[in-house]
Each structure stands twice: as structure tokens, then as C-alpha cells.
């Protein structure tokens, strides 16, 4: 079946560094998303990618969909507290949005202060 | 709140016990899904409702579990013979005519 594959597992950084993440999937999705969960909570949609070498930023964050359409990163800058939790890639086979998601197993960001 | 709500928050129960949750979707939505995440991992697809029709079970529905959305609003998720294997967080996520799946906090369900 579709595997996505995060990385890093974990990062320990401090707060005002800038997080760099990415994800790759043996087979290619037509959309990509990236979401945040805090412990105890749903996943929080952040960014949604549909096209091939798009790049779209929400606020601090940027993310890109990969030209191959098998990889996307996520990119936080001048990281503060809040941004603490786990970070999901997702991604959509179809163009047409019905699909279920697969998801990643997610980066564990960490900020010592 | 106008958010995807589920009930319970957390269940307790019994190895053998039949448990259900209710999901409500963002109001106005016409797709919702159900996902199971286990400790460590992302959510894994379960099914998928358009309206009140199931159109999609992944391979981790076993016959114990069924899901419905009688009348293409709330959804309710069964779960019959709990086994421990079935203790996991329970997530439900709404969307309208697109990929963007909003997710509800889940039902973490713990079988004893």
C-alpha cells in the first residue's frame, strides 16, 4: 500500500530557529497537506498543496509540493513555543478531493527554551 | 462551536463490550471519514461517507466494526467484541467538495 515517509522522527531546537521538514511517498498524490496535532487534540489543517512545484506560505510556515508529485516539505521560521507538537504530512491520491488521507507517522518538534 | 464535535471524549470498556461513537460534522458538509491513530503513528483511513452513502472501507474495517450516516448529517462508528488491539484514538473529519479534512479532538478509547 502508499507509504509517506517523515523526517526527521524528532527535532530539539530553540525557540527563534527555523524547522525545515519533509515527506516522500513511493507513489504520487495529486494533493498534500500538512497538519499540526497537540497532545490530546484532532490534527489542525495547516497548508494544502494541489499542484506540481507549487509553493504556498501561511504565515510562518512555507511549504512546497514536489515536482515528481512524491515529496512535499514543510518549513517553519522564527519558531516560538506554540509551535511545539507533531507535524503530519497527508497526502491525496486523486485530483478530485473524495479520497481518504495517508498520513505519515509525523516529526515530533521540540523547542528548549 | 461550529467545529466537528465527537462524543465521547474517552471510553472506558471491557474486552467483549460493544462501544459506539457519534460524530457530528462542520455543518453544510457533505463528506465525512473516520480515522483510527495509534500511539506513535498518523491517522489511518477507515471509511469514508458522501451524504448518507458509504463509499470507501479500507482493509482495517474488520466485520466488527460498521459506521453510519442514516440521514447525511451525524455519523456513528460501532465497535462489537472489543479486543485490546482496538484501544486506539478514534478521529472523525469532515470536508465539503474538496481535500481539505477537518478533524474533531477524537474519541480515545482504552479496552480493558
Known amino acids: 500500500g502508499q507509504q509517506l515517509n517523515q523526517s526527521p522522527q524528532s527535532m530539539f531546537i530553540q525557540e527563534g530557529e527555523d524547522v525545515s521538514m519533509n515527506c516522500t511517498s513511493s507513489s504520487i498524490f495529486n494533493t498534500w497537506l500538512w497538519y499540526k496535532q497537540d497532545p490530546g487534540e484532532g490534527p489542525v489543517l495547516l497548508i494544502a498543496l494541489y499542484k506540481a512545484g507549487e509553493l504556498t506560505s501561511n504565515g510562518r510556515l512555507t511549504a512546497q509540493f514536489g515536482i515528481t508529485r512524491k515529496d512535499s516539505f514543510l518549513n517553519i521560521s522564527a519558531s516560538i513555543p506554540s509551535d511545539v507538537g507533531i507535524y503530519f504530512c497527508?497526502?491525496?491520491?486523486?485530483?478530485?478531493?473524495?479520497?481518504?488521507?495517508?498520513f505519515g507517522k509525523g516529526t515530533h518538534l521540540i523547542i528548549q527554551p | 462551536d461550529t467545529g466537528v464535535s465527537q462524543d465521547p471524549r474517552h471510553k472506558i470498556t471491557k474486552r467483549g463490550q460493544n462501544v459506539t461513537f457519534r460524530c457530528d460534522p462542520i455543518?453544510?458538509?457533505?463528506?465525512l471519514y473516520w480515522y483510527r491513530q495509534t500511539l506513535g503513528q498518523g491517522p489511518e483511513f477507515l471509511t469514508y461517507f458522501q451524504n448518507e452513502a458509504q463509499l470507501e472501507k479500507s482493509r482495517l474495517l474488520s466485520d466488527r466494526f460498521s459506521a453510519e450516516r442514516p440521514k447525511g448529517s451525524f455519523s456513528t462508528l460501532e465497535i462489537q467484541r472489543t479486543e485490546q488491539g482496538d484501544s486506539a484514538m478514534y478521529l472523525c473529519?469532515?470536508?465539503?467538495?474538496?481535500?481539505?479534512?477537518?478533524f474533531g479532538a477524537g474519541t480515545r478509547l482504552s479496552v480493558l
Open positions: 473529519a469532515s470536508s465539503l467538495d474538496g481535500p481539505f479534512q477537518y
Open positions: 455543518s453544510e458538509h457533505n463528506r
Open positions: 497527508a497526502g491525496q491520491p486523486s485530483g478530485g478531493g473524495a479520497d481518504g488521507l495517508t
